[in-house]
Nanobody, 114 residues
């Protein structure tokens, strides 16, 4: 059971990106899901997560007010809208089912640079 993140790329400071996370072969419906990131030379950091119903969300202080997490249970996907990006947001972003680090598949690289 692994999730696949996509949507990363190179963006200038102040720009936006929208990351997507897809699951194949199983439903995300009953799971809390989150986004993590790992910058070069740094430890993995929890960025945001959302409850199975979508009613409850969490954001790290470093992204609060800039990032928005959402899920579409009908499409079995998770998204992360990232606005006002800055170079400190540069990292590989992963999506993961809550409490299941093995579900963290290949991430997507976000590079914020001018």
């Amino acid at each position: 059971v692994q999730l696949q993140a996509s949507g990363g790329g190179l963006v200038q400071p102040g720009g936006s990106l929208r990351l997507s996370c897809a699951a194949s072969g199983f439903s995300l419906l009953f799971y809390n899901i989150g986004w993590f990131r790992q910058a070069p030379g740094k430890e993995r950091e929890g960025v945001s997560c959302i409850s199975s119903s979508g009613d409850s969300t969490y954001y790290a202080d470093s992204v609060k007010g800039r990032f928005t997490i959402s899920r579409d249970n009908a499409k079995n996907t998770l998204c992360l809208q990232m606005n006002s990006l800055n170079p400190e947001d540069t990292a590989v972003y992963y999506c993961q089912i809550g409490g299941q680090p093995g579900s963290r598949g290949q991430g997507t690289l976000v590079t914020v640079s001018s």
